[in-house]
């Protein structure tokens, strides 16, 4: 969303980017964040880059033809490559990458281009260990677990923690893959009172977040995918619920909502 009341935390779809100690910079999902993004890889020269999806729906790779290093000879972009849907990544890329819906197709973008299948599962790039785990969400949906020097960061977008879905994994599952970790983003895209309407829909209810947070015990917590109507001003109310919550229970994690312009450095 665009206008004045959404100017602090802005209104493009999900991209993320982590920097490794080691150098490397991985991306998390494609949604439209990533075309601002690959100006910045393109003006610091970063010639390699990793990209993991969370899944494919249109939120999450809409970036993906407007990501500029896509357009130079010399850079490498590894994709992780697994299956959709029965497709693989490289299948759903070239299915966007055409007409009627994109001029330009896979095959004629100047970078290296490498769908790679051993960036699932458990794997490492550079300094940073991954783990995976399926989201309470469509088929094939996976969230993160990075690890790096001691420090952890878990990543689960579009996890609906209070229905189960065909691929789910329990509640106490997901408490164990961000127990104690540095920092958690979950989805948090609705309200108590919103949620009576939506079950089913694929993401969570602010009151199961923050009792995931307190029952992993987790040192920060993002709140993402926030609803695409929710004014700056009503972001903030969810937050201070937070806030009050882990006050109340005397928890000393800490809780904000995670703008567009977003890095992590573990």
């Known amino acids: 969303m665009s206008g004045q009341q959404y100017n602090r935390y802005g209104g493009d779809t999900t991209c993320f980017e982590i920097q490794a100690d080691s150098g490397e910079t991985v991306i998390i999902d494609a949604g439209s964040g990533i075309r601002r993004l690959g100006k910045l890889l393109v003006q610091k020269r970063i010639k390699t880059c990793y990209l993991l999806l969370t899944h494919t729906h249109w ?3 809409l970036g993906l033809p407007f990501f500029h290093p896509l357009l130079y000879s010399g850079t490498t972009v590894h994709i ?19 007409m009627p819906f994109f001029p330009v197709e896979l095959k004629d973008f100047n970078a290296d281009i490498r769908f790679d299948s051993s960036l699932n599962n ?32 878990v990543f689960l977008t579009d996890n609906e923690l209070g229905y189960a879905h065909g691929q789910s994994k329990t509640f106490e599952e997901y408490i164990l893959f961000a127990k104690d970790a540095d920092v958690l983003f979950h989805d948090a895209e609705y309200t108590d009172d919103e949620y009576l309407n939506k079950t089913g829909w694929g993401h969570s209810r602010l009151s199961d977040v923050l009792e995931l947070s307190a029952k992993a015990k987790v040192g920060q917590l993002g709140l993402i995918h926030i609803n695409q109507d929710r004014t700056d001003d009503q972001v903030d109310g969810m937050v201070d619920q ?5 006050s109340d229970n005397c928890l000393s994690t800490t809780c904000y909502a995670v703008p567009a312009e977003f890095e992590i450095f573990l």
């Open 122 to 153: 458990c794997f490492s790039i550079g300094s940073l260990d991954i783990e995976m785990i399926p989201t309470s969400h469509s088929p094939d949906s996976m969230g993160y677990r990075f690890t790096e020097n001691g420090r952890t960061f």
């Open 242 to 246: 937070c806030r009050r919550f882990f």
């Open 59 to 61: 939120d999450h790779i």
């Open 80 to 98: 992780q490559n697994r299956t959709f849907g029965g497709l693989t990544t490289k299948q759903v890329v070239d299915r966007i990458l055409r």
